[in-house]
């Protein structure tokens, strides 16, 4: 893995993968998601459909450092590069400025963002890129499953509009055997292996504080999550 921060892109190749070949065709299909980490675990079965629908692993665009670890095991991704911000100013934002000369030299290729807000639509339009589709051209639906939205926003569906039938819904990580093993090692000197463990976020710092809550549909109140473990 390959990092380059300061006022470049930061970027992560997966060690797993290969890129596809030069003068290959098309782009490998790039997806935008400036999200958490919940967010981009979600992305996954967009992201392997369309390695397979196009025969070439994805790229990403993301937000930070963390996203590189979802996804450096998974085949379906060779390549991700992050910026630190998507809220900062163009004119503020180094990573953004790079971003965009990177957009502008890329080959032609689809193009999926999934984010609904014009600053980051405002990335490729500086960049004069053509979206194959983004959140803004295909609208989630009330109370419709973000995995389901970004199957639409994929173009997988039936001749009803609606997801297909055989499109796999499931998200996943990947773990290497010496990952298992450190966790493992690390379990047995807490004294917790042969336990079941039970992992829970109850909230990220944005929605848990207290002058957010009334306005982050997210929220819950601890005490539900206190019932919850017991």
């Known amino acids: 893995m390959t990092i380059l921060e300061n006022d470049k892109l930061i970027k992560h190749w ?13 782009a490998a299909p790039l997806v935008i998601r400036f999200g958490a980490l919940g967010d981009m675990i979600l992305t996954t079965p ?12 994805c790229e990403v ?8 670890m979802v996804f450096v095991n998974l085949p379906y991704v060779w390549s991700v590069r992050s910026i630190k911000s998507n809220k900062t100013p163009y004119l503020f934002n180094k990573q953004k400025q790079t971003l965009v000369d990177w957009l ?5 290729g689809p193009i999926y963002l999934l984010q609904s807000d014009i600053i980051s639509h405002k990335i490729f339009d500086r960049a004069k890129v053509k979206l194959t589709c983004s959140d803004l051209i295909v609208e989630r639906r009330i109370n419709e499953h973000v995995i389901d939205h970004m199957a639409r926003l994929g ?8 997801v297909h039938p055989d499109y796999n819904r499931g998200c ?16 047995a000197k807490l004294e917790y292996d042969g336990h ?13 504080n207290i002058h957010r809550r009334q306005t982050k549909g997210k929220f819950w109140p601890i005490e539900n999550w206190i019932r919850l473990i017991q």
């Open 14 to 26: 997966n060690p797993l993968v290969s890129p596809p070949e030069p003068g290959s065709g098309e």
């Open 196 to 208: 079941d463990i039970v992992v829970i976020q109850p909230g990220f710092r944005k929605c848990m």
């Open 104 to 108: 502008k030299t890329r080959p032609k």
């Open 46 to 57: 967009l992201l392997r459909a369309l390695a397979e629908r196009h025969q070439q692993p």
């Open 172 to 187: 996943e990580l990947r773990v290497t055997k010496d990952e298992v093993a450190a966790v493992q090692k690390q379990l």
């Open 155 to 162: 173009g997988f569906t039936d001749d009803n509009g609606e």
């Open 61 to 68: 665009i993301a937000r930070g450092n963390f996203p590189a």
